[in-house]
């Protein structure tokens, strides 16, 4: 189909375009304008260049980011979340299953599934080994479980709190 597009229409078109790339021409003035203010007075020492950097020196950072394997090490976080939601997803999709397809099941774990749900997901993390010295008093022990705790064992009642 061959579409015939009248005068009036081919004008108000350019319009539209001839004001999409003004207001773009303006937004990159916009930004070159505060990145150089930004920049003189970061080398003037008006603004704390400490604190607020400088768009050069932010450049020049970015730029040699692959020189310490940053990027490998954002590789490797990358593949372990996306290997642990997998995992996750799987493992919580199976028991869901379970419990559901078992009655009996369901009833027997719902206590515990109520006491882990109600726990701050920190406190399921089981080492401490990326995370220096233990700050608990009572269990200065490197790597050691936050749930069984020697806290919680001498005050085993923090389980049945309400019963």
Request: net charge positive.
């Amino acid at each position: 189909m061959n579409k015939i597009i009248s005068k009036e229409r081919k004008q108000y078109l350019s319009k539209i375009k001839k004001h999409k790339i003004l207001v773009l021409v303006t937004q990159i003035l916009v930004l070159v304008g505060f990145l150089a203010l930004w920049e003189i007075l970061a080398d003037l020492n008006i603004i704390d260049s400490f604190i607020t950097s400088s768009p050069s020196r932010i450049l020049n950072t970015f730029m040699n980011l692959g020189s310490n394997d940053l990027l490998t090490h954002i590789g490797v976080t990358v593949y372990e979340t996306v290997v642990g939601f997998l995992i996750g997803t799987i493992l919580g999709i199976v028991i869901a299953i379970i419990l559901w397809w078992s009655n009996f099941l369901a009833k027997v774990s719902e206590p515990f599934l109520v006491v882990l749900n109600s726990l701050p997901k920190v406190a399921l993390r089981t080492s401490n080994n990326n995370m220096g010295r233990s700050r608990n008093t009572s269990n200065n022990s490197n790597g050691s479980s936050n749930i069984i705790s020697s806290n919680n064992i001498r005050k085993f009642k923090w389980i049945f709190k309400n019963r």
